[in-house]
């Protein structure tokens, strides 16, 4: 299959890396819908924004397991080196990420590269004012004692840069992978099921002019059957060994 899927980008010359969690669970980093996944662990319901916005205990919750989380520390791994080198080759228009973990920024991946649609869990902002405090200042009134900081500027709630269930996703993240998609000839989706939307809409809208879509992902997805490849393994050995094998064509 890996001869498959380097046929189908071998002549492509702007290809789109469209990426979720399961390129990051070789960083230790559980995805959300798997086995193990965050939402057998959590509600999914619980993490709206409204409620955010609402409920100060819960905020008070979210600052805590945020801060505390193990994640935080993760390093990138092969498969972010790899989508990194595919840019660099001038093969790709970027790379839209679903993930919030700024794996694909660590593993030098430009910022004009890369779209976080989704947000990153490394930054805080005001939802009055807009202003942004530095993430380890806000990290630092936390351990200090302030289970639910505010903003300085205006008082208002502090929010980790994610967007929440019910929140809109950010209008400039959006426009920017719009244009990436507009601009591709193919599509590389890696370590995501394709099953959050409108996020999803990305990637299928290159499929569906034409251009070939080549998954790599553990498990099927679920738009397996409009896909030109399918490399079922971790992204962490599958992309390196697709990515060097087409480099090389």
């Not at 798997?34 to 600052?63: H, I």
């Not at 919030?100 to 779209?115: E, M, S």
């Not at 500027?153 to 929440?164: A, E, N, Q, S, T």
């Amino acid at each position: 299959m890996l001869d498959e899927a380097t046929a189908a980008l071998s002549e492509r010359k702007r290809i789109l890396v469209f990426t979720g969690a399961g390129i990051s669970t070789e960083s230790g980093i559980p995805d959300y819908r798997g086995p193990q996944g965050l939402w057998k662990r959590f509600d999914p319901d619980d993490y709206t924004y409204g409620r955010y916005l609402d409920d100060a205990a819960f905020r008070a919750r979210s600052w805590e397991r945020h801060f505390m989380s193990p994640f935080l520390g993760a390093l990138p791994n092969d498969a972010h080196r790899a989508v990194t080198l595919l840019w660099t080759s001038g093969r790709s228009v970027g790379c839209v990420t679903q993930n919030i973990d700024g794996l694909h920024a660590d593993a030098r991946l430009p910022g004009a590269a890369l779209v976080e649609i989704h947000g990153n869990a490394h930054r805080v902002h005001c939802v009055s004012c807009g202003d942004e405090p530095a993430f380890d200042e806000i990290r630092q009134r936390w351990e200090s004692g302030e289970a639910d900081p505010r903003c300085r500027r205006c008082g208002g709630i502090l929010k980790i840069g994610i967007v929440y269930f019910g929140e809109d996703l950010p209008r400039v993240a959006v426009a920017r992978a719009w244009r990436m998609a507009e601009e591709a000839d193919a599509v590389l989706v890696v370590g995501s099921t394709l099953s959050v939307y409108p996020a999803a809409f990305i990637p299928l809208d290159v499929a569906d002019r034409g251009n070939p879509m080549v998954i790599v992902n553990q498990g099927p997805t679920d738009h397996d059957s409009r896909a030109t490849a399918l490399l079922d393994g971790a992204a962490g050995t599958v992309l390196p060994e697709l990515i060097d094998l087409l480099l090389r064509r």
